[in-house]
């Protein structure tokens, strides 16, 4: 049976994946901080849970050491750093919490979990990525223009192509869920979590000969 590792999965878009997974008939880890929260949520979805806090190595190693075979990762958590972080309006506290959680921490949990991908059959990675990481686009978009959650975005889009530039056997690359209702944008977005899992899924259970190195929503590809 294939097995899964959902971070920050306790309410949101991650849930939400997690959901699907099980329903695609996966073992599902639910990856959350809070112990209360997430196990509630493994309970509620048929998950398995883990504490798992991205920002906190230690907390990283227990989750890898306590789960014995993954074949798929996908790294959800994320923030938005707290304030928008407009050049000229910068808070650089708030930027390094953008960066350690939605950087630093999909680069932690990847190197943690890389041995179990390894000896998978079928390893995937999915990082969950915005199109307002989008280079091409920030010029020309509607697009906030933020020192801290978009650069952060475009960082894991370049994370996802160095791994998998080094793991060609991986299927490894980058999902945009689009704008949904969640707590991250206080409810304002105009898709569902549900509808924003569902690229998640699709990386997720890509067959072997599909693409890696890529980013994806659920129209195709994304420009850089």
């Known amino acids: 049976m294939t097995t899964a590792l959902v971070t920050g999965a306790n309410k949101g878009i991650g849930l939400e994946i997690v959901k699907q997974l099980v329903d695609r008939g996966m073992t599902v880890y639910l990856g959350a901080r809070d112990p209360e929260r997430g196990e509630k949520a493994a309970a509620d979805t048929g ?3 883990v504490q798992l806090d991205v920002t906190d190595p230690a907390s990283v190693r227990r989750a890898a050491d306590s789960i014995d075979d ?3 990762l996908v790294n959800n958590a994320g923030i938005t ?3 928008m972080n407009e050049p ?3 808070d650089l506290d ?3 919490a953008a960066f350690e959680t939605n950087v630093f921490g999909v680069i932690t949990v990847t190197e943690a979990f890389l041995p179990h991908l390894r000896r998978a059959d079928h390893g995937r990675i999915v990082n969950m990525s915005s199109s307002v990481g989008s280079l091409s686009a920030m010029l020309t978009s509607e697009s906030p223009n933020s020192l801290a959650y978009v650069p952060s975005k475009s960082a894991v889009n370049a994370v996802t192509v160095s791994y998998a530039k080094a793991e060609p056997g991986l299927r490894i690359n980058a999902g945009c869920p689009g704008f949904c209702a969640t707590d991250l944008n206080g409810h ?3 898709r569902t979590a549900a509808q924003g899992a569902t690229i998640a899924v699709t990386l997720a ?3 072997d000969d599909g693409p890696t190195g ?3 929503d659920d129209n195709g590809v994304v420009a850089w």
């Open 94 to 96: 708030s930027v390094r």
């Open 47 to 49: 998950a398995r849970y």
């Open 88 to 90: 000229g309006d910068v």
């Open 70 to 72: 993954l074949d798929v």
């Open 188 to 190: 304002r977005g105009y």
């Open 205 to 207: 259970t890509l067959d």
């Open 214 to 216: 890529g980013f994806y």
């Open 81 to 83: 750093g707290g304030r």
